[in-house]
């Protein structure tokens, strides 16, 4: 029974295109998370939801719009995909990010074309 | 906001060796450091972490240390297997809202 779920696993698409990337979590955590790892392995953040509640957004281009419909769900919607935007994206859940960590999915690589 | 920093950047080990990965922080309030172990192709998990509150800690053959003085702290791998293999990454939590890694280390253990 995976704790945290990211669909789809693999996603190729043109420049130009838009798609989307589902999380789910069934460990009860109110906090989720999307990272975006580059080639060079570098885990960023990009959003963070507390609750259906977005606490963090970082720089990242307005073509990148996350959706948190209820606390155990967090989607991230893409625009207009460009060719920079290849890379694996993680979606993560914590209950206590300050004292427990993430428990992290098992990512989705993206790669435009 | 925190500043993760993280040493080396690869190590290669030979097998039955010692490994040591090295971060520095630079929010003296950042009082969580986890350490998460990536397999090609994997998700990164978490495999051990320590508190503020803590100077050391150990499970089996990994070790984390913490100088809260300097900032810094370090992941301690003995008698490293071929399985260890993988990229190590050094977090902080920041605000108690979010963790910010380090740019990872990929160790390579040769047997």
């Known amino acids: 029974d995976t704790a945290v779920s990211q669909t789809p696993k693999y996603l190729v698409t043109q420049m130009g295109n838009d798609k989307s990337i589902k999380c789910e979590q069934n460990?009860?955590?109110?906090?989720m998370y999307w990272y975006k790892q580059d080639s060079k392995k570098f885990l960023k953040i990009m959003f963070s939801y507390n609750n259906k509640e977005l606490i963090i957004n970082e720089t990242v281009p307005n073509r990148f719009s996350p959706k948190s419909p209820d606390k155990a769900h967090l989607n991230l919607h893409i625009n207009s995909l460009e060719l920079g935007d290849s890379a694996v994206y993680f979606c993560a859940s914590s209950q206590d990010p300050g004292r427990r960590g993430y428990t992290f999915g098992s990512g989705t690589r993206l790669t435009v074309v | 906001g925190e500043n993760v920093e993280q040493h080396p950047s690869t190590l290669s080990v030979q097998e039955g060796d010692s490994a040591v990965i090295k971060c520095t922080y630079s929010d003296s309030a950042s009082n969580y450091f986890p350490w998460y172990k990536q397999e090609l192709g994997k998700r990164p998990q978490l495999i051990i972490d320590i508190r503020s509150n803590v100077g050391e800690k150990k499970d089996q053959r990994i070790a984390v240390t913490l100088n809260k003085t300097a900032k810094h702290f370090s992941l301690h791998i003995t008698e490293t297997q071929p399985e260890d293999s993988a990229v190590y990454f050094c977090?902080?939590?920041?605000?108690?809202?979010?963790?910010?890694f380090g740019a990872g280390t990929i160790l390579r253990v040769k047997s």
């Open positions: 460990l009860g955590h109110d906090t």
């Open positions: 977090a902080a939590s920041e605000y108690g809202n979010k963790l910010v």
